[in-house]
């Protein structure tokens, strides 16, 4: 009886805070479309007539340069790595279709392409298949049951997804982002520290230089945020630090494999502590041939994975999941051939996505800028609840169109 209430009471304590936070747990992507704002920093003409930094070159970088960049403001984007894209990433050659090694579906409306670029109007130019399973899965180590089919399409109408039928989530950044701006990226450069006690910032990069900038936009993930690789002089105040804290960022990899045949169906979702464990066709209706299952896995499955001590170690285990669930099947028709992508031990991710669980003040301590000189975006600062890749372009908007008007 007491284990009843107690539970209860954890019930409706967590439903009391989900109320009063002001939070959306289940109202974002699809469901929160009607979130986005009017207008965004594309509708906008600036005059601004500093230097700013750009820290990263991922999908909120790429988005608030390109504002920059039309707007003819003197702007340079400092990126640690040799590539643009941070969590957008894709593999070619290993199938006859474009794969995502990062961010993969569009939790949201076709026409949030469209917002996201600026382009009137619902119709839109990509071809996208909508993600509406036939046949989906569960496996808690033990049992495999079917879902029936009416309770995944009413998750669909509820919750609409999509996937990109040629083309790749990295590959629609590529072409309506970073080509515009990609003239001014400084790759392999880490920022190691920003020192903001002077009228501009000294923006002080891994391999010594120092580079002096008005204003500066840091994009970097809440992951590398939490590892202090970037000192702040003076320091964050203690309420960014404790909201930067509280942010879920949970590691977390994908794994792609082929196969000759096509034994498992679209989606199998396992039982996990925390996190994700999902395995899903990574060929879903795509004009192909090839059978490519993927694993995207995040928590605690993914922690019981890196206790394994290698990739290879990794495939293994999961040939012999699948082979438990699938009688022997998978090792039969493993082609040899695997991709691994490891966000949560990537030293400039450090983990994989944020949830829409975040508190409205949480929000503001993450966006407040550091005295009207250093503002922060990317996915987990996105006010408007989005998410994933349309949240950290629109958190780039909105973070730029701050900056550019000097708001707090
Ligand atoms: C496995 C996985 C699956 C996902 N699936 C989906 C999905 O299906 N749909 C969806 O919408 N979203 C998905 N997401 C989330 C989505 O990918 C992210 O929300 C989005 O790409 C984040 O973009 P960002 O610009 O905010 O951050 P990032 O992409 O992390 O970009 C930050 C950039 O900053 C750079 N950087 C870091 N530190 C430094 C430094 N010190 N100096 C200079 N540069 C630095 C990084 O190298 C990176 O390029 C997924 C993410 C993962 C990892």
């Known amino acids: 009886m007491n284990k009843f209430y107690r539970t209860l009471g954890k019930i409706t304590l967590f439903l009391i805070i989900a109320l009063f936070s002001g939070c959306s747990m289940w109202d974002w992507g699809s469901k929160a479309f009607d979130k986005l704002p009017e207008k965004t920093a594309l509708d906008e003409a600036y005059r601004f007539s500093g230097k700013v930094i750009v820290v990263g070159a991922g999908a909120s970088g790429l988005a608030a340069a390109n504002i920059l960049e039309k707007n003819n403001i003197d702007y340079e984007i400092i990126e640690a790595t040799d590539r643009y894209g941070g969590r957008l990433k894709k593999a070619e050659g290993f199938a006859d279709f474009p794969i995502d090694l990062g961010a993969e579906w569009i939790h949201n409306l076709p026409q949030i392409l469209n917002r996201l670029k600026g382009k009137p109007g619902n119709e839109v130019e990509e071809v996208l298949i909508p993600y509406q399973l036939d046949s989906s899965y569960s496996w808690d180590g033990k049992h495999y049951k079917a879902i029936p089919k009416s309770k995944t399409d009413k998750y669909f109408n509820g919750f609409p997804e999509y996937k990109f039928k040629y083309i790749s989530w990295y590959d629609f950044l590529d072409q309506n982002f970073a080509q515009q701006v990609k003239h001014k990226i400084r790759f392999n450069t880490p920022v190691k520290a920003l020192d903001y006690t002077g009228e501009k910032v ?182 408007y609840r989005q998410q994933g890749v349309p949240g950290s372009i629109m958190s780039g908007y909105y973070a730029i169109d701050r900056l550019l008007k000097g708001k707090e």
């Open 202 to 383: 000294k923006v002080v990069l891994k391999n010594g230089e120092t580079i002096a900038a008005d204003k500066v936009l840091l994009t970097v993930s809440i992951g590398v945020l939490k590892s202090g690789y970037i000192q702040f002089t003076p320091t964050l105040d203690k309420d960014k630090q404790k909201a930067i804290e509280s942010i879920q960022f949970l590691p977390g990899f994908k794994l792609a494999m082929k196969f000759s045949e096509k034994f498992y169906p679209d989606v199998i979702s396992c039982k996990t502590k925390t996190g994700t464990k999902d395995y899903h066709d990574v060929a879903f209706q795509k004009d192909t041939k090839e059978n490519v299952l993927g694993l995207l896995s995040t928590g605690s499955s993914t922690e019981a994975y890196y206790e394994l001590g290698s990739e290879e170690a990794i495939v293994s285990a999961v040939l012999k999941e699948l082979d438990q669930i699938f009688d022997g099947r998978a090792s039969k028709t493993y082609l040899g051939e695997y991709l691994f992508q490891d966000w949560g031990r990537q030293e400039f991710t450090l983990g994989s996505w944020t949830s829409s669980w975040v508190s409205q003040s949480t929000l503001e301590d993450l966006n407040r800028s550091l005295e009207k000189k250093i503002y922060f975006s990317g996915g987990a600062n996105d006010i």
